[in-house]
């Protein structure tokens, strides 16, 4: 299974301001993707990050408020931009894996976030 | 559309009982089926998946069957330890690319 870390694992941010969230894999992977969790609530999945072109958004999310970036095939980021107390969530990155073609999404630990 | 449906928590058990928590989906076609755990603060874990109908994903002893005919996942345990209180969450996913998560279910289990 594929190692995913992230940084930062939690944050407090003033509203207004952005934050960047990297995500790291061990090993090559055809697929990445970030997702939100709300507090007490399942994931819901913002977008595919697509490397070397832009990311595909998931109805209701939209590149200016998260822009993201996948320069190779181990490694993206997730920016929360302009943020406001309702961004208040855990971030997921995670990865779908080459081996054997296996369609087993692994997710990271997390970065939760609080914007005051 | 595709979703997934399990049973609300929280389920409270005591130690050594057994655990059954349930999962039935829509989808088209047959997706992969999965089940992911949340320990506390932590992120999403793997805990075990079927491929096709009539597998049987199986981890720590956990199982879940992929039963095509009641188109349900359901997990169990035959006996569970206080170290099994976390969420549990099912999804289904495969050739969309993207999981569909229920909405979790929150498990305590007491000495």
């Known amino acids: 299974s594929a190692v995913i870390s992230q940084k930062p694992s939690r944050d407090i941010c003033q509203r207004g301001t952005s934050l960047t969230i990297q995500c790291q894999v061990d090993s090559q992977v055809t697929m990445m993707f970030w997702y939100r969790q709300q507090p007490g609530q399942s994931l819901t999945l913002i977008a595919t990050?697509?490397?070397?072109?832009?990311?595909?958004?998931e109805s209701g999310f939209v590149i200016d408020k998260f822009p993201i970036s996948r320069p190779n095939l181990t490694f993206s980021t997730l920016t929360v931009s302009n943020m406001s107390p309702e961004d208040s969530s855990i971030y997921l990155c995670?990865?779908?894996?080459?081996?054997?073609?296996?369609?087993?999404?692994?997710f990271g630990p997390g970065t939760r976030l609080t914007v005051l | 559309g595709d979703s997934v449906t399990q049973m609300e928590g929280p389920v409270t058990l005591s130690e050594e009982a057994f655990l059954t928590i349930n999962c039935t989906y829509t989808a088209t076609g047959y997706p992969s089926l999965f089940w992911y755990v949340q320990y506390p603060g932590e992120g999403l874990q793997l805990l075990l998946k079927?491929?096709?109908?009539?597998d049987k994903g199986s981890n720590k002893g956990f199982e879940a069957t992929y039963r095509k005919e009641t188109t349900s996942f359901h997990l169990e345990k035959g006996s569970v330890q206080v170290s099994d209180s976390a969420v549990y969450f099912c999804?289904?996913?495969?050739?969309?690319?993207?999981?569909?998560f229920g909405t979790g279910t929150l498990l305590a289990v007491q000495p």
């Open positions: 995670s990865a779908r894996g080459l081996a054997q073609g296996t369609d087993t999404q692994y």
């Open positions: 990050a697509n490397q070397g072109s832009e990311a595909t958004y």
């Open positions: 079927a491929t096709k109908a009539d």
């Open positions: 999804a289904h996913g495969g050739a969309t690319n993207k999981l569909i």
